[in-house]
């Protein structure tokens, strides 16, 4: 990939397309057939079946035959899929916040509404913006971009 690089953009190969995230979301949401998929993402079914085979080859997703009728798969989320439910969570509250209206569901947390924080897993205090900073990790690159030789 040209340009920086970046686990952010790596990310986004992976489920940065249209359709990939509302497609992972109806399968966390326990929809693990095709139509439901399609039917609850609103995704043309050539391109939802071409990202769900996407999530399929990148380890997102995997195809398993459905518990209720064994002679069709569903679509199953692999522990990487699970791993963006954090994810999942802070885009609905950052959609909640920027790009509706009206919030069209409620994310609760037993019996009241969930309310996240960051917290640092190595020294457990809560992270705040202005304390966290990059470590380039890749020689010949700095902040500003790719470092000019002398």
Known sequence: MAGRPCSLAAALQVVGDRWALP???EVMLGNHRFRQIARNTGAPTDRLAARLKALVESGVLERRPL???TRHSGYYLTEAGR???GITRELIGWGDRWA???PPVR???QDHELVT???CGTCGEPVHAEDVHREEMIP???RSGPVQAP
């Open 140 to 142: 010949g690159w700095d």
């Open 67 to 69: 518990p209720d009728d």
């Open 100 to 102: 509706v209206t009206t």
């Open 23 to 25: 497609a992972i979301r």
């Open 117 to 119: 924080r960051a917290v």
């Open 83 to 85: 791993d963006l439910a």
């Open 107 to 109: 994310l609760l947390h």
